[in-house]
T-cell receptor, first 115, second 113 residues
Framework: QQQVKQSPQSLIVQKGGISIINCAYE??????FPWYQQFPGKGPALLIA?????SEKKEGRFTISFNKSAKQFSLHIMDSQPGDSATYFC??????????????FGEGTQLTVNP | NAGVTQTPKFRILKIGQSMTLQCAQD?????MYWYRQDPGMGLKLIYY???????DKGEVPNGYNVSRSTTEDFPLRLELAAPSQTSVYFC????????????FGPGTRLTVT
């Protein structure tokens, strides 16, 4: 059962453009929604994350928009740069020791930013 | 701090062979996780541990075993390797139940032929 669906699978944008990646989830018990960035041959690294009590979080050029009623969240990368070319994963988890804070990942989006 | 380390980086196994993927963290994290990543797919949780001596199954545990005898180490055992276990394996760790960020290791690329 796929609990977190991510789109698009791949995305090509021009330098300076806006990259938008979307995710939808099913389990309303999720209480933490991170985005991970992965470069080839490396492990994923946390980029930005949001809790469901806020609708938006911004860190530099990266913004998460969160819509609790629609059970959707998205990553916006402003002024996209070639160095942003990577695979991006959305994820969701339920906090607490009983759940183990396990992450459920989306399928990933391969972003290419052309110079 | 070295963070999360994994060995080996690459391994080729024949069908039916066994091996152990090693994972260690030096951040004194209580929680540790094993994921596998297949091409074009997201990461799937294999096993996790919330502390030494405590392990539990994730989404795709079949064909794998784990143990957690110390806080630092969380090895993943493949007993009878199958081609379906060809994947990239990532270990991750997290501080406590009150924190959320998971820190990932560099991965082990395993091919079973």
């Amino acid at each position: 059962q796929q609990q977190v669906k991510q789109s698009p699978q791949s995305l090509i944008v021009q330098k300076g453009g806006i990259s938008i990646i979307n995710c939808a989830y099913e389990n309303t018990a999720f209480d933490y929604f991170p985005w991970y960035q992965q470069f080839p041959g490396k492990g994923p690294a946390l980029l930005i994350a949001i809790r469901p009590d806020v609708s938006e979080k911004k860190e530099g050029r990266f913004t998460i928009s969160f819509n609790k009623s629609a059970k959707q969240f998205s990553l916006h990368i402003m002024d996209s740069q070639p160095g942003d070319s990577a695979t991006y994963f959305c994820a969701a988890s339920i906090g607490g020791e009983t759940s183990g804070s396990r992450l459920t990942f989306g399928e990933g989006t391969q972003l290419t930013v052309n110079p | 701090n070295a963070g999360v380390t994994q060995t080996p980086k690459f391994r080729i196994l024949k069908i039916g062979q066994s091996m152990t993927l090693q994972c260690a963290q030096d951040m004194n994290h209580n929680y540790m996780y094993w994921y596998r990543q297949d091409p074009g797919m997201g990461l799937k949780l294999i096993y996790y541990s919330v502390g030494a001596g405590i392990t539990d199954k994730g989404e795709v545990p079949n064909g794998y075993n784990v143990s957690r005898s110390t806080t630092e180490d969380f090895p993943l055992r493949l007993e009878l390797a199958a081609p379906s276990q060809t994947s990239v394996y990532f270990c991750a760790s997290k501080r406590t139940s009150g924190s959320y960020e998971q820190y990932f290791g560099p991965g082990t690329r395993l091919t079973v032929t």
